[in-house]
């Protein structure tokens, strides 16, 4: 497959290295000092884009990929308010477009743990549901992607909260995630339910950006010679 990196910083050079150990090639980088070679005629090159870049410039890297024909997986977080624009107009123009918050196989299983946890903790209103998520200095959105997925999927299955909020806005009914930045971590969440009496926790920690990339390069591949709008239940296959 012939790729086209949009984006080329921590996860960009990560899946530049995933893709061509897996013998794929990669016929486009573009990041802020190459942004010139950003054309539809250089788009048109690659069998699939991948798109890891900023909240700000995501919308308009998608917009171009589908102007240029040219499936595109997207995982730059903190753009969401766009997604169902970006979704009608894929549909409209008969592109194809991949998001996912998080590509690491282990943090989709997390993200079904998380949700089945929260249909049995329901009925245990002595319980109170919290989370976590920790991440590196340079994240620019925050609580992230994964933490809004996750609690998304616990709000849906618990019933009992009536939305999510960032810890120090929670009010009662919302569920508070707190967000920190330490150092270079590259993702850690916790979800925690607390009693009285003691607590039950869960928590996936990314030891590194491999499990993220892998993911992405299976998704572009998956993609290529697809129409529509698709997510990582699609590629996974829904829970059974
Ligand atoms: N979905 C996932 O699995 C997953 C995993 C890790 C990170 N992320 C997200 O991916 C995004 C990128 O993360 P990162 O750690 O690689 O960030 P980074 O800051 O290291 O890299 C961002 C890159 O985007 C480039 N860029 C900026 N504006 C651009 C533009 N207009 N066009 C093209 N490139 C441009 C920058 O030059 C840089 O190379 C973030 O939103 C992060 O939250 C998602």
């Given at each position: 497959m012939k790729i086209a990196l949009i984006g080329y910083g921590k996860m960009g050079k990560e899946i530049e290295k995933i893709a061509l150990s897996q013998?794929?090639?990669?016929?486009l980088k573009i990041d802020e000092s190459t942004?010139?070679?950003?054309?539809i005629e250089n788009l048109k090159k690659a069998d699939a884009a991948i798109e890891f870049t900023t909240p700000e410039t995501a919308v308009n890297n998608i917009l171009k990929c589908f102007e240029a024909n040219v499936p595109v997986v997207c995982g730059t977080?903190?753009?969401?308010?766009h997604f169902d624009e970006i979704s009608n107009l894929c549909k409209d123009n008969n592109q194809a477009f991949f998001y996912a918050s998080n590509y690491s196989i282990g943090v989709n299983l997390f993200f079904r743990l998380n949700e089945y946890l929260a249909r049995i903790m329901k009925?245990?209103?002595g319980y109170t549901p919290s989370m976590e998520e920790i991440h590196h200095i340079?994240?620019?959105?925050?609580?992230s992607g994964t933490g809004i997925t996750l609690a998304e999927g616990l709000i849906k299955n618990h019933g009992n909260l009536k939305n999510w909020a960032l810890e120090e806005n929670a009010k009662e009914g919302e569920l508070p995630i707190l967000s920190k930045r330490e150092g270079e971590v590259p993702g850690t969440h916790t979800i925690k339910y607390k009693s009285a009496c003691d607590e039950i926790t869960i928590i996936h920690e990314a030891y590194n950006r491999k499990g993220f990339a892998e993911g992405a390069v299976i998704a572009a591949a998956w993609l290529v010679g697809k129409k529509g709008v698709f997510g990582m239940n699609d590629l996974l296959g829904s829970e059974k």
């Open positions: 013998g794929h090639q990669v016929v942004i010139s070679d950003f054309t977080t903190g753009w969401l308010k009925p245990y209103s340079h994240k620019k959105d925050a609580p």
